[in-house]
């Protein structure tokens, strides 16, 4: 039945209750006034509802969202359970007890897949039981003021590695390294050995541009074939 249709019967009933045809100036201006249009409407509240991410409010205090059926934008704080970092764009779900006091849940679609963040305000642990945790990518970056591993036994393999740093300290019970080839290149040199340290070697090469000093309680100096001395000046004793 149309709005027309329903004041004409409104009409006829009042005319009817009245005696006559003229209704009274209050039932009037009841039919006068104009019917709630459906299009304007409020959809009632199912307890959740999908939008759109149009700003990030500063300082952590939520984002502004737009509903996808249209009206009044939402303000909403993101929930604990979700970790990804909603961006612009992205078409997110929000739920709550009613539409002054909505949350995000989750964001559905993000605007740009190629950049993901996992954001949260406190510490965050990634903690496994039984199985174990993986990290498989192309290009893996860790940025940290300060960083600490405690690993009980580690096994790196690995096409190359370059270390830079202004201080390296290794503190430990014992070093093997098995290299085809050592090259150390330094400005100063310091070892210092309190029991034995033994050298085998093919050939050994030392020279020193201003001085070479071999000192001990007893030195033995042999060779099975040639012993050869040779400068300007040779003191002995």
């Keep these: 039945m149309t709005h027309r249709a329903i004041r004409e019967s409104a009409r006829a009933i009042v005319g009817v209750a009245a005696g006559d045809d003229t209704p009274s100036p209050d039932m ?3 039919l006068r006034k104009p019917l709630p249009s459906s299009a304007t409407a409020v959809s009632p509240w199912t307890g959740s509802a999908l939008g759109t991410v149009v700003q990030a409010l500063a300082d952590g205090g939520g984002f502004l969202v737009a509903p996808q059926d249209g009206g009044e934008r939402w303000h909403c704080p993101r929930a604990a359970s979700c970790l990804l970092q909603p961006s ?9 007890p009613h539409r002054d006091q909505l949350y995000l849940i989750a964001v559905v679609t993000q605007a740009d897949a190629s950049q993901s963040r996992i954001v949260t305000d406190g510490d965050l642990t990634i903690s496994s039981r039984q199985g174990r945790i993986a990290l498989d990518a192309p290009t893996l970056t860790l940025q940290a003021q300060k960083a600490r591993l405690d690993i009980a036994d580690m096994d790196y393999r690995g096409a190359e590695v370059r270390v830079t740093t202004l201080v390296a300290r290794f503190v430990g019970r014992t070093l093997e390294t098995v290299l085809d080839r050592l090259s150390v290149l330094t400005r100063s040199s310091f070892r210092l050995t309190e029991e034995v340290e033994q050298v085998r070697a093919g050939q ?10 071999l000192h001990a309680k007893n030195t033995l100096v ?3 074939a040639l012993v050869k001395v040779d400068a ?6």
Excluded: F, N
């Design 88 to 96: 612009p764009g992205d078409t997110v779900l929000v739920a709550g």
């Design 232 to 237: 300007e000046q040779i003191h002995m004793g």
């Design 204 to 213: 050994i090469d030392m020279q020193a541009s201003e001085t070479l000093r």
């Design 28 to 30: 009037e201006a009841l």
């Design 222 to 224: 042999t060779s099975k």
